[in-house]
């Protein structure tokens, strides 16, 4: 596995250098030479399926397979008595107040039919 040091984390080409752990008012840029590396992260917003009672639920994230993998261990309150969940569908966002908006938007429609849209519309 590589290192946060290590993993490119957005499709600009440059690096960052932020441990995705840390709180966003502790992150500090990276300093290499004279330049300061700095990357825009992609935030996401997805929903799950829950495989026990078809229920779904709907969040937002910067890491994706984390964030569906704490789920799925019983990391989430919200989440944790229905395991096992399924990524049904995501979209990708370019900032956390987009995300935040999106799912917002997303969770006053709340209906089964608008899940369905949106999971048929993504597989076309």
């Known amino acids: ?28 840029p990276a300093h290499i030479g004279q330049a300061s590396l700095f990357c825009e992260m992609n935030y996401f917003v997805y929903i799950l399926q829950s495989e026990w009672d078809g229920s779904y639920y709907i969040g937002h994230t910067n890491n994706l397979e984390e964030r569906v993998s704490r789920h ?7 989440t944790k008595a229905k395991i096992p969940w399924k990524l049904i569908y995501h979209e990708v966002l ?9 799912e917002h938007e997303m969770k006053r ?3 089964r039919e608008y899940i369905g849209q949106l999971v048929r519309a993504s597989r076309l």
């Not at 370019?94 to 999106?102: G, L, N, V």
């Open 109 to 111: 429609k709340k209906s």
């Open 1 to 28: 596995m590589t290192s946060w040091l290590e993993r490119p984390d957005c499709k600009s080409g440059r690096l960052s250098l932020q441990g995705p752990s840390l709180p966003p008012k502790l992150r500090k």
């Open 94 to 102: 370019d900032s956390k107040s987009e995300a935040m908006r999106r």
């Open 72 to 78: 799925n261990r019983g990391r989430s309150q919200y």
